[in-house]
């Protein structure tokens, strides 16, 4: 199975950003544990802080990979063209938070992208993508 990670604005800056909330690890070495565990997947990985580059690679995903793993980052609660995006494919889409995004400011509640995925999982800091990629190894989606 072929899945793209995918995170949007700020997540580069994971491990020196709001540690708190972030945690201290950056997500490429974070990225190297998953492939290590996951080794039966082929996980691909890219992250973009432009909404329409997030829109393209989307796009591009539905005929390169079997999944995506998606962390729009605040473009979750203001993207409705990203939400269109994810409609728009015909392979099974996790929305993934580092964050507990129900337990944070009330506009973090919303989400145009849940709607249209197969599963949401928030709040288990950068363990939220391991769930995601056992949630996807494990099952027929």
């Known amino acids: 199975m072929r899945v793209l990670i995918l995170n949007g ?14 945690g201290n690890v950056s997500f490429d070495d974070y990225l190297a544990k998953l ?10 990985y890219a992250q973009s802080n432009v909404e329409g580059e997030l829109i393209n690679l989307l796009q591009e995903a539905n005929t390169s990979v ?5 962390n729009a980052g605040a473009y979750t609660h ?18 993934v938070h580092i964050s507990p995004i129900f337990s ?7 989400s145009f992208i849940a709607p249209h995925c197969i599963g949401t999982i928030a709040g288990f800091g950068l ?12 099952s027929s989606v």
Request: hydrophobic share 40%; glycine share 6%; aromatic share 8%.
């Open 127 to 138: 363990g939220s993508y391991r769930l995601a990629l056992f949630q996807l190894r494990n």
């Open 78 to 95: 203001t993207s409705i063209a990203l939400g269109d995006a994810v409609k728009s494919l015909d392979i099974p889409v996790i929305e």
């Open 104 to 110: 944070r400011e009330t506009f973090r509640h919303t």
């Open 66 to 70: 079997d999944a995506v793993i998606l």
């Open 35 to 44: 492939r290590e565990e996951f080794q039966g997947l082929v996980i691909s």
């Open 9 to 22: 604005p700020n997540l580069n800056l994971t491990g020196k950003r709001e540690i708190e909330l972030y």
